[in-house]
Every structure is written in structure tokens, then in C-alpha cells.
């Protein structure tokens, strides 16, 4: 046994000196190799990261209708005269994206043929999303603001000029009303 350890280890030294070679040989192929690899398993590793962001800013553009309301209620009550303040906001249409089209026309003998599909960006991992040309702002039909001030004509012109500036409605479409 003693004749065969020396051997094992000769025939061990031999193959780690070869590999070393081999390494030292294509070391830049190896290494161009490694950043490859590297790379290509980034997206996979970081895919859920990367996806958060594009969900956190759709989410900052579409508000509820129900969170401009509140800020309005205490914005108005912060203005002098008002009191405290309660608004109500309908909707004509609620926020809505447009979407990028892609068109095709064919004409064949006194025929013509359209079709159009949604254009969609590949986001890896078998992920696609179509692409948003516009994000549109909800439309507002009218507002109904209740406060303690809202018998005063300063007060309720004050009111309806604010409310005018955050929603884009004009003045005959809000009312301002004395609360209890």
C-alpha cells in the first residue's frame, strides 16, 4: 500500500499542475466567461426588485378619488372663515392609460383590411407589459363642499376658487353649503 500512496499523489500533483496551467492559459477567456454568467443571472436574481419601482409609480399616478377629497378637507379648513370642512367629488371617468397601438392596413382588390394589437415590452422571465404613451387624470363631474363658514359669500368664493384650482371644474359645477 505504501508503493501506491506515493503514486496517488504523484498522479494527483500532475493533474493540479496541468489544470493550473490551463487556468493560467485562458484565464481572460475564463474570466470573460464568469462576467457573462454573472450578468446573465443578475435579472433573475434581481427581477422582484426591479419590478417594485415601476408598481410604486403607477400607483403614485392613479389617487383615489377618496384621498383628494380628504386633502381637500384639510386644506379648506386650514383657510380662514371656512370651519371645518367636508367634500364630496363625483366622477365623470376615472384614471385611464393610453396605450400604444400598433397598426396594420392591408388593401386586396377593392378591399382593405385593418388590424391593430397592443404594443407590449418584453420585461424578461416571460413578462410583458403593454406600453403607456398617457396616464389620464380622473375626470370630475362636480364637488359639494359642507363647512361652517359656507353662508358667507367671501367664504364660499374663497372655497369654489380652491376647489376650481385642484379639480379643473368650473364654478357652476361646485356648491358650497353652511354645515351645522
Not at 500532475?14 to 464568469?34: S, T
Not at 417594485?52 to 383657510?79: N, Y
Not at 392609460?97 to 396594420?104: C, N
Request: net charge negative; aromatic share 4%.
Amino acid at each position: 500500500m505504501n508503493g501506491q500512496e506515493p503514486e496517488a499523489g504523484k498522479a494527483l500533483k500532475l493533474w493540479k499542475e496541468r489544470l493550473w496551467k490551463l487556468l493560467q492559459r485562458y484565464k481572460y477567456a475564463l474570466l470573460v466567461v464568469a462576467a457573462g454568467v454573472l450578468l446573465m443571472a443578475l435579472p433573475a436574481l434581481g427581477g422582484e426588485e426591479a419590478q417594485e419601482p415601476d408598481r410604486q409609480s403607477v400607483q403614485e399616478v392613479e389617487f383615489g378619488t377618496e384621498e383628494l377629497e380628504g386633502r381637500l378637507e384639510e386644506a379648506l379648513s386650514q383657510m380662514d372663515g371656512v370651519g371645518e370642512a367636508q367634500v364630496v367629488l363625483t366622477l365623470r371617468g376615472g384614471p385611464a392609460q393610453v396605450l400604444a397601438q400598433d397598426t396594420q392596413n392591408a388593401v386586396r382588390e377593392d378591399q382593405s383590411e385593418s388590424s391593430q394589437t397592443t404594443v407590449v415590452v418584453s420585461k424578461g422571465s416571460g413578462n410583458e407589459e403593454p406600453v403607456v404613451l398617457q396616464q389620464l387624470s380622473p375626470q370630475y363631474q362636480g364637488a359639494l363642499v359642507v363647512c361652517s363658514g359656507g353662508d358667507d359669500p367671501s367664504v364660499r368664493l374663497r372655497v369654489v376658487e380652491a376647489v376650481a384650482a385642484l379639480t379643473g371644474l368650473g364654478a357652476d359645477k361646485i356648491s358650497v353649503s353652511k354645515g351645522k
